[in-house]
């Protein structure tokens, strides 16, 4: 076959540097910033929509659908241009504005979200699929862009139909291998080193500068130049804008009767502390007389009694029913108060997990008198690791294992509430060890709940039950957070001896006084369920949350929508 027919050629030239290269280069580069993108909107939106799994893919489905729609709607057209450079310029100059204005723009989408929220929540299925339509309304402008330009770089550099199938293969591995660096370079290089906002105006820079390049090949060849200072007037723009710190989102949205309650609650935050990390946006607040940390927009410590309850007793109940607690392992740090407890204990090791190092920087910066200066203790060794990595790559094995991850509704983190987990656990424990597992009960239902204890106690023969709340005791509709102890033999509880290191230990004292945890026999009375309680309780519940059915991970956003919660009731039912 011949040449193909064309109404419309890029300028025919000879050599390296030809129009054909040069475009294929930039749809690689373009490639690149578009999955730059997508890694920085997806931190972006977290922080309104949280990081379900549903959220995760709704957001990638939304980004996805636009992709298609772009290059379908001018697919059918790209035969009709006459002027393909300035289509492909004028698309990667629209990107780039975008790429700044969503930065402004991003404080504006919590609206439609509170919105969405109050009359679907209750519907499951119906707010999914509003929040895609929301995310696909969101990204539509950008997307489609990108989408479009795939066929005018097609038609580009096809130049022969004898080639095709070459000419088209070149284009999408170019495409493709831009795709492959643009996540690479934003997850692992500029959002730990400049933040998300700028990784956002380097990808922005980046399309500007190809617009500029590929207009210079366009009927506005010499206008082009005017371009110019629109550009430089968004960058500047773009690097004055802020990413807000704290937003309405998914976490405590059902906690507002209204939007102006919500934005006034707001108002009264202090943000002490804000870093971008590699895993998450970490934020430290001060309101209402406490200090908080939080994890894109999700809490994970405070100084409030009820939070301080579960911190302190996640390492206090463990250690004071071990007999010698010399190796400890804490999985999940935090703002440090449980690790801090466990440092009032004679321990001669002791190891901490933790993910994010911008919650370890905010830990030592902000939580330190609260927590004994937990990170400074010489006998402490930090591991800035996923938790089951860890247990993955060491040998050790422990006396007491203590896992408080975030919410197991967060995606990625619900696969340290599996089956598997707990078995590479138990796998660390000494002969006589104890392991502790909390399990929320905010945002988290009983069906949910019994899910996790059955799973538990399917690794764990010897399981007993503890709660965190005093009160819940007097009044069985209270919430309570829950602590699972396993081991491998009958834990047994030498009432003498804890008492004998409470009294004797001023600061195990002083913190369980803190929490309301007056005396001796109310310590004891955490514990709710012993081992035939504990089988008892699950024995209705088949289901077990294994890596290769995450029951939770699926379940767990539901309830965060209902704004469950697992009351003393529901487990002495």
């Known amino acids: ?74 697919g059918k057209r790209c035969d009709e241009v006459e002027d393909l450079p300035l289509y492909f310029g004028l698309f990667e100059l629209g990107i780039g504005i975008y790429g700044i204005l969503f930065i402004l723009a991003l404080g504006y989408v919590q609206y439609p979200y509170f919105f969405l929220y109050k009359i679907l929540h209750a519907h ?49 591995a170019v495409n493709s291998f831009g795709s492959v660096i643009g996540p690479f370079l934003a997850g692992f290089i500029l959002i730990p080193i400049v933040g998300i906002k700028n990784t956002a105006l380097f990808a922005a820079s980046v399309n500007m500068l190809l617009a500029f390049i590929i207009l210079r090949f366009s009927s506005l060849k010499e206008e082009g130049k005017f371009f110019l200072p629109i550009m430089f007037a968004f960058l500047l723009i773009g690097s004055q804008a802020m990413i807000p710190p704290m937003l309405i989102n998914a976490w405590f949205v059902g906690a507002f009767p209204d939007i102006a309650a919500a934005e006034e609650t707001l108002e009264d935050v202090d943000v002490l502390f804000y870093r971008e990390g590699p895993y998450s946006t ?25 939070d301080l309850r579960h911190q302190f007793l996640l390492a206090y109940i463990p250690m004071l029913l071990h007999k010698n607690p010399e190796k400890v392992l804490d999985i999940g740090v935090g703002a440090g108060f449980t690790l801090g407890a466990i440092e009032n204990f004679d ?11 911008a919650i370890l920087e905010a830990s030592e910066k902000f939580f330190s008198r609260f927590n004994n200066d937990a990170l400074n203790d010489p006998r402490i060794r930090i591991f800035t690791t996923d938790g089951r990595n860890y247990l993955l790559m060491t040998e050790g094995k422990y006396d007491v294992i203590v896992s408080a991850p975030s919410h ?36 988290f239902s009983p069906e949910e709940h019994k899910i996790v204890v059955k799973t538990f106690t399917s690794v764990f023969p010897h399981t007993i039950l503890w709660i965190n709340n005093v009160d819940a005791l007097n009044d069985s509709s209270q919430m309570v957070d829950s602590f699972l102890i396993g081991s491998m033999h009958p834990i047994e509880i030498d009432r003498e001896r804890i008492c004998e290191i409470v009294n004797e230990n001023e600061k195990i004292k002083g913190d369980l006084d803190t929490i309301g945890v007056d005396s001796a026999d109310e310590f004891f009375s955490l514990m709710i369920l012993d081992e035939g309680g504990v089988v008892s309780y699950a ?10 059915f995450p029951i939770i991970e699926f379940q767990a956003p539901k309830s965060l929508l209902e704004d469950s919660v697992v009351r003393l009731s529901d487990i002495m039912s």
Request: proline share 3%.
């Open 1 to 74: 076959m011949g040449k193909m027919n064309r109404k419309t050629k890029a300028p025919n030239e000879r050599g390296i540097f030809t129009f054909r290269n040069i475009a294929l280069i930039a749809f690689g580069l373009s490639g690149m910033t578009a999955l730059i993108y997508e890694v920085v909107w997806a931190r972006m939106l977290s922080l309104i929509f949280g990081s379900t799994v549903y959220a995760v893919a709704t957001m990638l489905t939304a980004f996805m659908a636009g992709l298609a729609l772009g290059s379908y709607l001018m």
């Open 408 to 443: 197991p509704l967060t995606s990625g983190v619900s696969h340290l509430f599996t089956k598997e987990f707990f078995e590479l656990s138990k796998a660390h424990l000494n002969e006589d060890g104890i392991y502790c597992q909390w399990v929320p009960g905010h945002r």
């Open 124 to 172: 499951f299925w119906l707010f999914i699929l509003a929040q895609f339509l929301l995310y696909f309304l969101v990204l539509l402008v950008p997307t489609t862009m990108f989408g479009a330009i795939f066929p005018i770089v097609s038609k580009i550099f096809t130049q022969n139909m004898d080639e095709l199938g070459k000419d088209i293969g070149y284009v999408y």
């Open 282 to 306: 970490v934020t430290v607040v001060h309101t209402l007389g406490y200090i908080g940390l939080k994890s894109d927009g999700r809490g994970e410590a405070s100084t409030l009694p009820e």
């Open 539 to 548: 024995a209705d519940e088949d289901r077990l949350n294994t890596d290769d």
């Open 347 to 357: 321990s001669k090791q002791i190891d901490a997990v933790e993910i994010d190092p």
